[in-house]
């Protein structure tokens, strides 16, 4: 019987060109979006708080899979995902982030004007309390959560409460997707022990910057998710981790 375990490439370098070879025989991304990340990269030291461009053509591929033309997102940061999104959704379609921070929402804003981008809507206050106010038109297709760890669970509470069959108001569709990003957060998420070697940056920069919970709240996250019956999922181990829950009802 063949094991569920992927086999690992011997080093990193073959990991590297695994992972470029992967993303070069796959779908380009528009020059826009590649320079904007590269800028981001290149000017900011929080940067790693943005996803790849790898995992931005997964993005792309997945919105367009399910013909998503209303895409939420929790977490926008500088608004490379944001940009992302409104690609995959075309002009036809829209946008909304929800951020914590003014500061990373006016740089956000100021990326879109500078790339043309128009179909894209940015929410500042804390998604705790934003989320449950929103009161869209139409359900969104596509619910991307890329924000604060420990509020992973809240937000997906408040997703399929408010979402429930028959809702005139609901915010996912149904056989819509929620994707959440970070969800294996270094693979400690599934082994903490010392035979993973983030364990202890971990444990300092969590109590570098107070995170102490964030672990815990995304295993929390996880098993809600695959013990909800409204839910069917798949978690993916790449980038570090992406939960894929569609939307049943």
Not at 14 to 26: A, I, L, P
Not at 112 to 138: H, M, R, Y
Not at 225 to 231: A, D, G, K, N, T
Request: glycine letters at 6%; proline letters at 6%.
């Amino acid at each position: 019987m063949k094991s569920n375990a992927p086999v690992l490439y011997p080093n990193e370098q073959v990991t590297q060109r695994v992972t470029d070879y992967s993303s070069e025989h796959s779908t380009p991304l528009p020059q826009h979006i590649v320079d904007y990340h590269a800028r981001i990269v290149g000017s900011r030291a929080d940067s790693n708080l943005m996803i790849s461009d790898f995992q931005a053509q997964n993005h792309i591929w997945l919105a367009k899979l399910i013909g998503a033309k209303r895409v939420l997102e929790i977490g926008v940061y500088v608004g490379y995902s944001a940009l992302v999104w409104s690609h995959a959704v075309g002009p036809e379609g829209s946008v909304t982030g929800l951020e914590f921070s003014e500061d990373y929402a006016k740089l956000a804003r100021e990326s879109f004007a500078e790339t043309g981008v128009s179909n894209i809507e940015v929410v500042v206050g804390d998604a705790l309390e934003t989320l449950p106010a929103l009161n869209p038109a139409e359900p969104y297709d596509l619910i991307f959560i890329d924000a604060n760890k420990s509020g992973y669970p809240k937000y997906l509470e408040t997703i399929l409460e408010r979402s429930a069959p028959g809702s005139s108001n609901r915010i996912l569709r149904p056989g819509g997707l929620i994707v959440a990003d970070n969800v294996l957060r270094r693979g400690i998420v599934a082994d903490d022990s010392d035979n993973n070697p983030w364990v202890p940056k971990e444990k300092n920069e969590r109590a570098q910057y107070g995170k102490s919970t964030d672990i815990e709240l995304l295993r929390v996250y996880n098993k809600i998710v695959i013990e909800s019956p409204r839910l069917d999922v798949f978690l993916l181990p790449l980038f570090d981790g992406v939960n894929l829950a569609r939307l049943v009802d």
